[in-house]
């Protein structure tokens, strides 16, 4: 179209923008009303016609906005491409992109009362976007509809273009969007009447999810706080394995930090819309920004400078428990799996009162037969009685080998290795054993006040090697792997748990003492010695052994004199080491070989286990090298100066050892008992330590068997009056070889000092379960921390969330109706969409809002004849922090200061 016709009169006669005025048909006014559909009709012509924007006439058939124009009012069959409207100048084009780059166009200078430009522009005329400008598009809060003061005269447009802009022709190609956007302000938006009321009854779902996050953050606190063990529910043989378990775990953590941010960001949506309605306070955008920080942790690092700039009007106490929840939300997870997700760990040390099974005393060698293995049952078990004596001395014989093999293992890497031998008994290196082929128990040695060997020596003349080793009680063993004390077993934890046991039970322990002695203190011993005595000579040397083996017992005198007191043999110069005669009260007892000159033959040994009413058995050894012989006695009973501590782990094996004589050891079976009689040793384990001989050929002196195990042991006798430190003595293999039988002496009796029960043969029909204190530490799968920092960083987190799913609970329930939450996406568009445009957040409309922007305090307002609600500024400025005295408000325009305007301008020099 030509815009010289214009003229300035009719500008000023008309008061108002008309369509005449524009030159445009005047058969389609332009006017400032919004139609039924809330849209002016743009008529944009591509023939290079005139364009006009119109409203239906009354009269004129009605067109739905809906079926014939687009969101923009405009209709699609009228709308042509963008080249179009640049070729034919119309009615768009007064406020196209290029005729308004002078709003951005900081070089320009103030504009005169006249509407022309201080600044000489390429046009000496200013040209209809000036006038449109001024008349059309006021900068305020105004309607456009109210009237501006007319232009100077000589304002029309002579078809000149104004300098190219370089802002993006992408934004507004056409000029459509910008007559539109004019028009669809220019009155209120009453056909924007409400549907609902904002206000309805509480929220039942959101309200059940509040619940669930309370109860369910409450317990995973309580659970990491009580460090809650799982036991058999969380195992390789129970209901959870332990992968299930801790996926589950994790799962339920994710649920509880999503129903606590849904809860929570609930309530701050339903408090900030609040504030919006209280027209004193109102919500920002910083506020409503935050809030979705709690849902999308990720934004805290996208849109931190909110916090930057907002400065103290951000800092609210509402705010900084949204900073709060932000956190808890995001570490959460974290949190859950650090202490609440079950874990293989170790307990504290826990003292319980644990019980095993008992069937039997100590030492019986009755039920030792009848538990072994012996593979004859039923009728062949009846027939041959021996099978069970056969049995245990293969049973006596493969252990005891083992363990001397074992120990002879240990004293040859010691001397292999250099290692620093030492004379001290304690520190030396006691035997070990076998329990069920899989557990080694280790020995300790006790009452080392009665094994200095140097001190005997000058008390009694004679080398004195005394002797006394524990070993830890077996039936730990079976209370450990007794399902009545739930200790989890390594197999139910995937073959890699483990625990330990300090139990407060009695050791079993053997003494065995060697002392040295010539052929003439050793002849009231020997019976081929005696006047009288039947023997012949063996045919090895002058060896004389009796006529009858088994018939010299016969010759032996009897136990009782004529008087009827006891009779004790003849009496030696041993009786006060070894406690024999009547004294004593003990015999003394009597071996069948010997001759003039030595008795047994060299590297032999000879012994004696039936002597009357005596604890202990006894054996003659001959050392290759030495003219004397060695005498040796060993006995056994159960100590109380130990406590079993066994150490169970699925990867490094079973261990168990007895812990002996050590004062801070508040777990030693004396401590556990007040009975201070203790035991004494024991007439049963003489029987056990009988079969033990047997089994070991103890007695091939008779034979001159030259066996390889009194080979070994007879090279071990000490032939001067101290321990040698790189080889053990006699007596300490001796009774390592013996452990044996302290093992299946103490398999299945009582844990305590006594026998309990009076019955035959001290067997119980039915094994009975009985308790002794102990001080357990197990591995389960439990909850909890392990390590102080897990403590210090994620209780505070799992609280954090329980403290705001209870705040968050509280508020539900204090509120009893639920109001539209518009810091929802959906409604606050619906709400921003329907509402007037504001100053305050003048230049945000291409890059969103900055700074300021953010801080500026909004409120819902409501027209009640439109039925209508919006968003209006509670103020025009922040009510505190840096922005808060930033400019003043004069005409409804905000001012700025000149040093905020230098810096606006300065920053945006990229669009001058």
């Not at 309605?277 to 935050?290: C, H, N, P, V």
């Not at 047994?600 to 003659?620: A, E, L, M, Q, R």
């Not at 439109?866 to 922090?881: L, R, T, V």
Request: with cysteine; charged share 20%; aromatic share 10%.
């Amino acid at each position: 179209m030509d815009s010289s016709r214009l003229s300035s009169d009719s500008l000023e006669g008309d008061g108002h923008l008309g369509a005449s005025s524009l030159g445009l048909s005047n058969t389609n006014p332009v006017r400032n009303g919004f139609n039924s559909g809330g849209y002016e009709r743009l008529n944009v012509d591509g023939d290079g016609g005139d364009d006009d924007v119109t409203s239906p006439e009354r009269g004129h058939a009605h067109v739905s906005p809906e079926s014939t124009t687009n969101s923009l009012g405009v209709f699609p069959g009228r709308l042509t491409g963008g080249s179009a409207a640049f070729d034919a100048p119309g009615a768009s084009e007064v406020t196209s992109l290029d005729s308004t780059s002078h709003l951005l166009d900081s070089s320009r200078g103030p504009e005169t009362p006249d509407g022309t430009s201080a600044k000489p522009t390429a046009s000496s005329r200013p040209g209809l976007h000036r006038i449109i400008r001024k008349r059309v598009w006021p900068w305020s809060r105004r309607s456009a509809a109210a009237s501006s003061p007319s232009p100077a005269p000589g304002a029309a447009d002579d078809g000149s273009t104004q300098a190219p802009s370089d802002r993006d022709p992408e934004q507004g190609d056409d000029g459509v969007d910008e007559e539109t956007f004019r028009k669809i302000y220019s009155e209120p938006p009453t056909y924007c009447s409400s549907r609902e009321n904002p206000s309805r009854k509480r929220n039942k779902v959101i309200t059940a999810v509040a619940i669930y996050a309370l109860v369910m953050s409450g317990t995973w606190l309580v659970l990491a706080c009580k460090k809650q063990r799982w036991g058999y529910l969380v195992s390789s043989t129970g209901k959870l394995t332990p992968a299930t378990a801790t996926t589950l775990a994790t799962g339920i953590a994710k649920s509880i930090e999503l129903s606590s941010v849904a809860a929570f960001t609930w309530c701050v949506g339903q408090e900030l819309t609040r504030r919006a309605y209280r027209k004193s306070r109102g919500l920002t955008l910083a506020e409503i920004g935050m809030r979705d920080w709690v849902k999308e942790p990720g934004a805290w690092f996208q849109n931190w400078d909110r916090l930057r700039v907002g400065g103290r009007t951000v800092w609210t106490p509402l705010t900084c428990v949204m900073i709060l929840a932000t956190v808890g939300a995001t570490l959460y997870t974290a949190a859950s799996d650090a202490m609440v997700s079950p874990k293989l760990r170790f307990d504290k040390w826990t003292p319980r009162v644990l019980r095993g099974p008992v069937a039997t005393s100590y030492g019986n060698v009755k039920y030792a037969k009848r538990e072994c293995p012996s593979m004859f049952g039923g009728t062949a078990g009846a027939a041959d009685p021996s099978a069970d004596d056969a049995c245990i001395n293969v049973e006596f014989s493969g252990q005891s080998y083992r363990n001397l093999l074992a120990y002879m293992e240990t004293w040859t890497a010691r001397f292999d290795n250099a290692t620093q031998g030492t004379r001290e008994l304690a520190a030396r290196p006691a035997g070990t054993s076998l329990l069920r082929n899989n557990v080694t128990l280790e020995g300790a040695w006790i009452e080392t006040q009665h094994s200095n060997i140097t001190a005997s020596y000058l008390k009694y003349g004679r080398i004195v090697n005394n002797v006394t080793m524990a070993l830890p009680h077996p039936g730990v063993y079976a209370a450990a792997t007794s399902p009545v004390n739930r200790i989890m077993q390594p197999d139910a934890l995937s073959g890699i748990g483990q625990y330990s046991i300090r139990a407060g039970v009695v050791s079993p322990a053997i003494n065995v003492m060697c002392v040295g002695a010539s052929r003439d203190e050793l002849a009231p011993l020997v019976y081929t010695t005696w006047p009288g005595s039947k023997s012949v000579r063996s045919g090895i040397g002058h060896q004389e052994i009796p006529v009858e083996e088994k018939l010299w017992v016969n010759d032996v005198p009897s136990r009782t004199a004529a008087d009827g007191k006891p009779y004790y043999y003849n009496s030696t110069v041993l009786d006060d080491i070894f406690l024999w005669g009547p004294e004593h009260s003990r015999y003394p007892p009597v071996f069948s070989t010997g001759r003039p000159e030595q008795y047994p033959y060299d590297y032999n040994f000879i012994s004696n286990s039936t002597v009357f009413d005596s604890t202990g058995i006894y054996t003659i050894a001959k050392h290759p090298d030495m003219v004397n012989y060695t005498i040796c006695e060993a006995r056994s009973w159960v100590s109380p100066a130990c406590s079993t501590h066994f150490d169970v782990s699925g990867t490094a094996g079973w261990k168990m050892k007895a812990h002996c004589e050590d004062k801070g050891d508040g777990d030693a079976y004396h401590h556990s008992d007040d009975k201070k009689e203790w035991a004494l040793p024991s007439r049963d384990w003489k029987h056990v330590g009988t079969s033990w001989q047997l089994s070991m050929d103890m007695n091939g002196g008779q034979r001159n068997s030259n066996a390889s195990n009194s080979r070994i042991l007879t090279k071990t006798a000490l032939r001067t009056p101290d321990l040698v430190p790189y080889q053990p003595s006699l007596a300490e293999v001796f009774a390592v070889y013996l452990g044996s039988t302290l093992v299946i002496s103490a398999i299945d009796t009582p844990y305590k000092h006594w026998w309990a029960y009076d019955i035959t043969d001290n067997i119980l029909q039915v094994k009975t379960l009985e308790g002794f204190n102990a001080t357990v530490r197990s591995q389960e799968y439990t909850s909890g921390y392990s390590q102080t920092w897990q403590a210090v960083v994620w209780f505070p987190v799992l609280g954090l969330v329980v403290g705001l799913n209870l705040l968050s609970f509280s508020y539900m329930v204090c509120h009893k109706h639920t109001i539209t939450d518009f810091t929802e996406t959906e409604n606050l568009f619906a709400l921003a969409i329907n509402s007037p445009p504001s100053s305050q957040f003048k230049g945000s409309c291409g890059g969103g809002p900055k700074k300021r922007n953010f801080v500026v305090p909004w409120k819902v307002a409501y027209a009640p004849t439109a039925n209508h609600y919006f968003f209006q500024e509670a103020s025009d400025m922040p009510f505190k922090g840096r922005y808060s005295k930033a400019g003043r408000k004069a005409g409804g325009d905000v001012v700025e200061k000149e040093l905020d305007a230098y810096r606006r301008l300065s920053k945006n020099r990229m669009w001058s």
